[in-house]
């Protein structure tokens, strides 16, 4: 089945450090990828997306590379903020329709101290 | 335009106890879900549903049964709440490029 494994946590960083957050996964045929971002006592929303192989997803200085050789999305930002403390979760899902569902990873907890 | 809203945000149930969590879209999407959170197991699906009057089970749905209403709504039930479903609670709607909306959640303690 579908799987996906996230680097254990929690990672705290200084302010402007650079930041990566790994991710690999397990499914069969072409999953498009996802990164959400959950802030405290919030609901999770997307951060951004990848649909085929060598695509990247980008938003708010975030990056993710969909590596099919390597079957991974890691999420990378060149110099965190504060404001960017919040919960990681990467995601796949296979796009078969009405009946597709989203497979998470367990998440992990960023901090970034000023 | 609320997006994907849900009540009650918080809630304490005695074991045994019953409680509807309701959840509501405005966006017109076809596909809904009901996850539960926990520490350390990340977001586990409890139930979906594909499209108005179809629901079907997920990675946890042992304990709970749901009702899509109509197209806006989604209600997850708890009949006889147990310990172990103390969460927190998220419902969620997916548009055709297969993002998904989130509601804040509910969190959900049973003594």
């Known amino acids: 089945g579908n799987s996906v494994t996230q680097m254990e946590g929690p990672v705290t960083l200084s302010e402007e450090a650079f930041l990566t957050i790994n991710c690999t996964y397990t499914?069969?045929?072409?999953?498009?990828l996802f990164w959400y971002v959950q802030y405290p006592g919030e609901g999770l929303q997307l951060l951004l997306k990848?649909?085929?192989?060598?695509d990247k997803g980008s938003n708010k200085g975030f990056e993710a590379t969909y590596r099919k050789e390597t079957t991974s999305f890691h999420l990378e930002k060149g110099s965190v903020q504060v404001s960017d403390s919040a919960v990681y979760f990467c995601?796949?899902?296979?796009?078969?329709?009405?009946?597709?569902?989203?497979?998470f990873g367990k998440g992990i907890t960023l901090s970034v101290r000023p | 335009n609320a997006g994907v809203t849900q009540t009650p945000k918080f809630q304490v149930l005695k074991t045994g106890q019953s409680m509807t969590l309701q959840c509501a879209q405005d966006?017109?999407?076809?596909?809904m879900y009901w996850y539960r959170q926990d520490p350390g197991m990340g977001l586990r699906l409890i139930y979906y549903?594909?499209?108005?009057?179809?629901?079907d089970k997920g990675e946890v749905p042992n304990g709970y049964n749901v009702s899509r209403l109509n197209k806006r709504e989604f209600s997850l039930r708890l009949e006889s709440a147990a310990p172990s479903q103390t969460s927190v609670y998220f419902c969620?709607?997916?548009?055709?490029?297969?993002?998904?909306?989130f509601g804040p959640g509910t969190r959900l303690t049973v003594t």
């Open positions: 995601a796949l899902e296979r796009p078969t329709g009405a009946n597709s569902k989203l497979t």
């Open positions: 549903s594909a499209s108005e009057g179809t629901t």
């Open positions: 969620a709607s997916r548009d055709r490029a297969y993002e998904q909306y």
């Open positions: 966006m017109n999407h076809n596909s």
């Open positions: 990848a649909t085929k192989a060598d």
């Open positions: 499914a069969t045929g072409y999953p498009s």
